[in-house]
Nanobody, 120 residues
Framework: VQLQASGGGLVQPGGSLRLSCAAS????????MGWYRQAPGKQRELVAV???????NYVDSVKGRFTISRDNAKNTVFLQMNSLNPEDTAVYYCYSRIATHPLEIPTDYWGQGTLVTVSS
């Protein structure tokens, strides 16, 4: 199983970016999908998560600005980020909780990380 993240880059304060993360390989089912981020000198934090049923949860600092969604047919999770500010600068990592066959306990798989820089 591989997760390929894309969509990071440099954006001005107040701007928007959309991150994508596609899972591929031998996949039987995907439970939760989500995004973490790690800013320089800080611990990794959970930004947003979405369950297989579509329930979502966000860290307080991004509520009302970020939206997580998923396309189950394409095994892809998205993170729409609006009203970005310099405090959002970080490497963003996607993850998916995946079972590779029906009787397997799902395991977390991680993408390679994509850098988001918010600066004028």
């Amino acid at each position: 199983v591989q997760l390929q993240a894309s969509g990071g880059g440099l954006v001005q304060p107040g701007g928007s970016l959309r991150l994508s993360c596609a899972a591929s390989g031998s996949i039987s089912s995907i439970n939760a999908m989500g995004w973490y981020r790690q800013a320089p000198g800080k611990q990794r934090e959970l930004v947003a998560v979405i369950t297989s049923g579509g329930s979502t949860n966000y860290v307080d600092s991004v509520k009302g600005r970020f939206t997580i969604s998923r396309d189950n047919a394409k095994n892809t999770v998205f993170l729409q980020m609006n009203s970005l500010n310099p405090e959002d600068t970080a490497v963003y990592y996607c993850y998916s909780r995946i079972a590779t066959h029906p009787l397997e306990i799902p395991t977390d798989y991680w993408g390679q990380g994509t850098l988001v820089t918010v600066s004028s």
